[in-house]
């Protein structure tokens, strides 16, 4: 089983609706983040949490929001989509210290 | 100007050929660092981390340069499987403590039989 799970893997949605990512790990690990990734921009932190109901701006947070009630679910909520929230979204855990971050498998969104 | 620096490629290399990917980081207190592997449509993982004495992992060898700022992955006899993005990724620790992990763009690498 992976250790890092993202529902649901694909979503089309329309402008202005709410969405909610979740993301689950079984690796026990504090810290979790909430990453877009773009063509040609790469990999941008949005949210990220060291710890049940610690919750931290990353670098790209407007019009995004999180939430961090138990150690092993950290979920990516978009308030209204809108069409430049199209993208892939990984979701990944990590321990303090600058060590390895473990990703899921990613959510590819769509919003038309 | 970019806090992690690749050249996006294509590199399109003869399977057994050595290549070079080469990265620059801008934030001198950035601690750590790694060379991450994504495959098409896949989630990054981690291929190895960076030493400041260079270190090496089979066909791949990874090293860092403080001074200059930079650092750089060979692969040796590449295969068939090595085809994919690879990703620096260098680990900053803000004035609050905080880390967090800057990804690169990435460069993509073909491996042509």
Same mark, same amino acid.
């Given at each position: 089983?992976?250790? #890092?799970?993202?529902?649901?893997?694909?979503?089309?949605?329309?402008?202005?609706?709410?969405?909610?990512?979740? =993301?689950?790990?079984?690796?026990?690990?504090?810290?979790?983040?909430?990453?877009?990734?773009? /063509?040609?921009?790469? %990999?941008?932190?949005? $949210? $990220?949490?060291?710890? #049940?109901?610690?919750?931290?701006?990353?670098?790209?947070?407007?019009?995004?929001? #999180?939430?961090?009630?138990?150690?092993?679910?950290?979920?990516?909520?978009?308030?209204?989509?809108? /069409?430049?929230?199209?993208?892939? $979204? +990984? =979701?990944?855990?990590? %321990?303090?210290?600058?060590?390895?971050? +473990? +990703?899921?498998?990613?959510?590819?969104?769509? #919003?038309? | 100007?970019?806090?992690?620096?690749?050249?996006?490629?294509?590199?399109?290399?003869?399977?057994?050929?050595?290549?070079?990917?080469?990265?620059? &980081?801008?934030?001198?207190?950035?601690?750590?660092?790694?060379? &991450?592997?994504?495959?098409?449509? !896949?989630?990054? !993982?981690?291929?190895?981390?960076? &030493?400041?004495?260079?270190?090496?992992?089979?066909?791949?060898?990874?090293?860092?340069?403080?001074?200059?700022? &930079?650092?750089?992955?060979?692969?040796?006899?590449? !295969?068939?499987?090595?085809?994919?993005?690879?990703?620096?990724?260098?680990?900053? !620790?803000?004035?609050?403590?905080?880390?967090?992990?800057?990804?690169?763009?990435?460069?993509?690498?073909?491996?042509?039989?």
């Amino acid at each position: 089983d992976a250790d #890092v799970t993202q529902t649901p893997r694909n979503r089309i949605t329309k402008t202005g609706k709410r969405i909610m990512l979740e =993301c689950s790990q079984t690796k026990g690990h504090d810290r979790m983040y909430w990453y877009r990734q773009d /063509p040609g921009l790469g %990999l941008r932190l949005i $949210y $990220y949490s060291f710890d #049940v109901k610690d919750i931290n701006k990353g670098e790209i947070s407007d019009g995004y929001s #999180v939430s961090r009630q138990a150690q092993a679910k950290f979920s990516l909520s978009l308030e209204s989509a809108i /069409p430049n929230q199209t993208a892939l $979204y +990984f =979701c990944a855990t990590g %321990l303090a210290g600058g060590h390895e971050q +473990f +990703f899921g498998p990613g959510t590819r969104l769509t #919003v038309l | 100007r970019k806090e992690v620096e690749q050249d996006p490629g294509p590199f399109n290399v003869p399977e057994g050929a050595t290549v070079a990917f080469n990265c620059t &980081y801008s934030n001198s207190a950035s601690q750590s660092f790694f060379w &991450y592997r994504q495959d098409c449509r !896949k989630e990054p !993982k981690l291929l190895m981390s960076v &030493y400041s004495s260079g270190n090496e992992d089979g066909r791949f060898t990874a090293q860092l340069n403080r001074a200059s700022q &930079y650092i750089s992955l060979l692969i040796r006899d590449s !295969k068939l499987s090595d085809s994919a993005t690879y990703l620096c990724v260098v680990n900053i !620790k803000s004035n609050f403590g905080n880390e967090k992990l800057t990804f690169g763009t990435g460069t993509r690498l073909t491996i042509i039989p």
